[in-house]
C-alpha cells in the first residue's frame, strides 16, 4: 500500500504564501502521477494541480499562476508552492498519487491538510 502524508498547512493571510509537503512510503512507484486536490466546504473535490514524473504539469484554471506544483523523485516527495493566496482558496489539501491498476487508475490519497486565507 502507499502511505501519503501532508504537511504545511495552516492560516495565513489574504496574498501570502504556504507551501504543502507529502512524502509518500509503502509501495511507491516513480511513475505514478502526482497530484493536490482540494475540498472546500459544501463543494466537490476539485484538482488544483498534477505532475508527472517527466516533470509534466497540469493546474486548475483558478490557481495557474500563483501555484506551483513540483516533485523530488529522491525524497518521494511532491510540493505546491501557493503564493498570493485568496479567500476563496480555503479548503482541506489533498495529496493524491494516480497509478494504473489493471489498465485502470487508482488512485491513493492523504489524510488532507486544512489551508485557510483569510485577515
Known amino acids: 500500500q502507499v502511505q501519503l502524508v501532508e504537511s504545511g498547512g495552516g492560516l495565513v493571510q489574504p496574498e501570502g504564501s504556504l507551501r504543502l509537503s507529502c512524502a509518500a512510503s509503502g509501495n511507491i512507484f516513480s511513475s505514478d502521477v502526482m497530484g493536490w486536490y482540494r475540498q472546500a466546504p459544501g463543494k466537490q473535490r476539485e484538482l488544483v494541480a498534477a505532475i508527472t514524473d517527466g516533470g509534466r504539469t497540469n493546474y486548475a484554471d483558478s490557481v495557474k499562476g500563483r501555484f506551483t506544483i513540483s516533485r523530488d523523485n529522491a525524497k518521494n516527495t511532491v510540493y505546491l508552492q501557493m503564493n498570493n493566496l485568496k479567500p476563496e482558496d480555503t479548503a482541506v489539501y489533498y495529496c493524491?498519487?494516480?497509478?494504473?491498476?489493471?489498465?485502470?487508475?487508482?488512485?491513493?490519497w492523504g489524510q488532507g491538510t486544512q489551508v485557510t486565507v483569510s485577515s
Open positions: 493524491c498519487h494516480r497509478r494504473l491498476f489493471l489498465s485502470e487508475f487508482r488512485y491513493y
